[in-house]
């Protein structure tokens, strides 16, 4: 279980210590099933990855629940080789980048890789839903593109909604995958905070000897954590949420909260940045 520190905390942290709370780690271990536990909007993130068996997704103890999504809705997205997850008896097949929404009241859930030797790698955020709506599968291509950025800034990036009003449509969970273009390092800058809802962000496609700097904390006490791949940031309300990279690279972005709208952000003028 993560527990976040409040504001007045996170500027007296160390290094070491705003990493062991923000930056979640090992998520993705072959052959097991992997989560975390965050206070942060009771948000779940968990790693999956099935080599020579089906994982079969289970309640913790810590969900006092008798099935992982009774109180639940899932988001899953596929950064590996291709698998497939099966709902209640529904196989969906999951190509690298594909998305699903798993609905609230799905009782049995499991995954598989077509091939154990370069297996799916699903990443998995839920958060407590309050209705129910039905599972859906989506690709990368079925999903909502907006090009943001310039070359001149270098945070050219294709920005592609998954789960979002309009779109897969959910209780509170509000998902995507934003991907920098070659030769585009910058994500997010001009900052912004979420007053009414959280993020986590999961940065993937990060080469190996690459890294990406986050910067994080309020707008006037920003820190900057060092990232690497498959590792994810819990990026609270008050905090911004940014990131250069030493060379391009992919994130998953997922929110959940009082607001589903996508525009409903707080800016920070550059001017205002410390």
Not at 180 to 204: I, K, Q
Request: glycine fraction near 8%; proline fraction near 4%; charged fraction near 25%.
């Amino acid at each position: 279980m993560h527990y976040l520190p409040d504001t007045e905390r996170f500027k007296r942290m160390t290094t070491d210590e705003i990493r062991s709370h923000f930056l979640v780690q090992n998520l993705f271990v072959p052959g097991e099933a992997t989560f975390r536990f965050i206070d942060l909007d009771r948000v779940i993130l968990g790693g999956i990855v099935p080599t020579q068996h089906v994982l079969a997704l289970e309640a913790d103890e810590a969900l006092a629940a008798d099935y992982f999504a009774e109180r639940r809705e899932i988001g899953l997205l596929n950064i590996g080789s291709s698998g497939s997850v099966t709902v209640d008896g529904e196989r969906y097949a999951m190509q690298s980048l594909d998305g699903l929404y798993v609905g609230r009241g799905s009782k049995d859930v499991s995954f598989e890789s077509d091939d154990a030797n370069t297996p799916a790698r699903f990443y998995l955020v839920s958060y407590p839903a309050h209705t129910t709506y039905p599972t859906t599968h989506i690709s990368q291509d079925e999903a909502d593109l907006t090009e943001l950025g310039s070359q001149e800034k270098a945070n050219r990036r294709n920005l592609y909604k998954y789960i979002h009003p309009g779109g897969m449509e959910s209780a509170q969970l509000v998902m995507g995958v934003t991907e920098l273009v070659d030769g585009n390092v910058w994500n997010t800058m001009p900052a912004h905070t979420h007053a009414r809802r959280t993020e986590a962000y999961l940065y993937f496609d990060v080469q190996e000897g690459e890294v990406v700097f986050h910067f994080m904390g309020e707008p006037q006490e920003t820190r900057s954590l060092v990232v690497r791949n498959e590792e994810a940031i819990l990026s609270p309300g008050w905090s911004i949420h940014a990131g250069a990279g030493t060379s391009r690279y992919t994130f998953c972005w997922a929110m959940g909260g009082e607001n589903q709208d996508f525009a409903d952000m707080q800016f920070v003028d550059l001017d205002a940045l410390q």
